[in-house]
């Protein structure tokens, strides 16, 4: 049965390998991280997903889509605004090593895995901070070229960001959602961009949202 389940593990990483054009290092930690995550998510819910298909299609390459959009060996760095498992910055810190990358996550739980998932992927440049939104836009000040997020908060409380008074009033904001999203209207004035892209036979699309010009 182990050897059943490995040899699945290598046929869904040798076609996300090819499927991404990923290195053998790359490849190796997406390996690393999809263990982790299943076993992990015995005694932490961290996914509905475990099987290995699944977290490389819904999990890794949904969360590297963004790179078919921006250039980010271009970008210094991106904040994570309640990435649980890691979705979608760990992903896109593995391709782009040189991102200064901050994780925003409140759950304990959460933190502890994200804190044992980064030393085992020697990831390094990498800070959890366990503050909420709010008050991280309270009373933070980092460099951030990118916020992303996985639909962990409604749009209604991420605009926060581009009030007057905000350090982040003139950072972007990517938030990945489903094809058939639809974004209130008091949001609606900050949406500057739809990219719509495929997962599998499904379409899905990433928000870029900012201070309109």
């Known amino acids: 049965m182990k050897q059943i389940r490995e040899r699945s593990q290598d046929v869904v990483f040798a076609g996300l390998a090819r499927n991404e054009d990923l290195t053998v ?54 904040a994570d605004i309640g990435p649980g498992a890691g979705f979608p910055s760990i992903p896109l810190k593995i391709l782009f090593p040189h991102l200064k990358v901050y994780l925003m996550e409140v759950n304990l739980k959460k933190q502890k895995f994200l804190n044992f998932l980064i030393n085992r992927l020697s990831l390094e440049n990498i800070e959890i901070i366990d503050f909420d939104w709010r008050t991280f836009l309270r009373k933070t000040d980092f460099e951030i070229d990118y916020f992303v997020t996985k639909a962990a908060l409604h749009e209604l409380e991420l605009i926060r960001m581009f009030k007057p008074s905000c350090a ?42 900012g201070l309109p010009k």
């Open 25 to 78: 290092e790359q490849v190796e930690k997406f390996k690393i991280y999809a263990d982790l995550l299943r076993e992990w998510n015995e005694k932490v819910n961290l996914t509905a997903i475990t099987n290995y298909a699944g977290i490389a299609k819904q999990h890794f390459q949904d969360s590297i889509a963004l790179r078919k959009f921006v250039d980010l060996s271009k970008a210094n760095s991106i």
């Open 168 to 209: 982040y009033k003139d950072s972007k904001l990517i938030y990945w959602a489903s094809i058939d999203w639809v974004c209130y209207p008091k949001a609606g004035k900050y949406v500057l961009d739809k990219k719509i892209y495929k997962l599998g036979r499904k379409e899905r699309q990433l928000i870029f949202m």
